[in-house]
């Protein structure tokens, strides 16, 4: 939603000052220069992507509008989560949380956390890695570089979005001098004609160059960074989750793998020890998460 409020502040912005130099705003409606210029840059994201890069960008944009889904509560519950998986293991054995791995949608210890059933990718992550640790046929080095491997893959199919809409920016103000030349095009055929008529030619030409550099650095731009920035937050959320798992498959205590992990969160969402403690101190009770998108 921030990025939006700041779309819109762009937009308004530059549209005041435009008024406050005496500016018509009816010279700026040009739709045929929208059809072109908007046409072109659909038609090239279309034409440079894979369908499933273009439903990626669909999902993400919805993502920009909502924001990041990686708060530190979020980060609190899966702390949480972990701890109360590893105590589990601790008391009852690796074999102990096998049910809990190979069926992670009837386990009473992850139905309590709906966050994590719904987020695929990072259910796959912990039920994977925890499922080579309790086969006890690989070393702590085997199971990190097999989490390094998936978060490397996962992480260059989350950038796709972001770099998709990154060259259609680059591309718009090519596109917007394309449209202009055409106004232009149009303006010369004209010669001959009433002046203002030509005038007004010539300005809606210089419009479709306008329209591309502000599409470019003032809207799509801008979201393809907004989504950059919210795949370094899921990036970050699954490093702390390789971080705790590591530590535990190590032979750490649990709390202190979670203390491990706790450090891995970025600043501005870290939880301090004792609200870590406290979380896991709690009775094994359902945690109220809905709220933490």
């Excluded at 893959?153 to 770099?163: D, F, R």
């Excluded at 190590?250 to 609200?275: C, D, N």
């Amino acid at each position: 939603m921030v990025s939006i409020i700041g779309i819109v502040v762009v937009l308004g912005a530059i549209l005041a000052g435009f008024l406050m130099e005496k500016g018509p705003v009816a010279v700026l409606m040009q739709p045929s220069e929208f059809i072109i210029i908007g046409g072109a840059a659909l038609g090239t994201l279309v034409a440079g992507n894979q369908l499933h890069v273009l439903k990626k960008i669909a999902s993400s944009l919805v993502g920009v509008i909502s924001g990041s889904k990686f708060s530190k509560q979020r980060y609190l519950d899966s702390l949480r989560m972990m701890f109360h998986l590893f105590n589990k293991a601790r008391k009852e054995g690796m074999v102990g949380i096998e049910g809990d791995i190979e069926e992670p949608d009837k386990s009473a210890l992850f139905s309590k956390y709906p966050l994590f059933l719904k987020d695929h990718h990072a259910q796959c992550f912990v039920c994977d890695t925890m499922r080579m640790a309790i086969t006890g046929g690989a070393t702590p080095f085997d199971v990190d570089r097999m989490m390094e491997l998936d978060l490397d893959v996962h992480h260059a199919g989350a950038t796709e979005p972001s770099n998709a809409l990154s060259t259609m920016a680059d591309a718009l103000p090519g596109i917007g001098i394309v449209a202009a030349v055409l106004g232009i095009v149009i303006a010369m055929s004209a010669l001959g004609g009433p002046p203002e008529e030509i005038g007004k030619k010539v300005a809606a030409a210089l419009v479709g160059t306008f329209l591309g550099i502000l599409m470019c650095y003032g809207v799509v731009g801008p979201i393809a960074s907004s989504m950059s920035k919210l795949v370094d937050d899921e990036s970050a959320y699954y490093h702390v989750l390789r971080v705790v798992m590591l530590s535990f498959i190590k032979g750490m205590s649990p709390i202190l793998a979670i203390e491990m992990a706790r450090r891995a969160i970025p600043e501005h969402v870290r939880p301090t020890f004792q609200e870590v403690e406290k979380a896991c101190r709690r009775k094994d009770e359902p945690v109220a998460v809905a709220a933490a998108a």
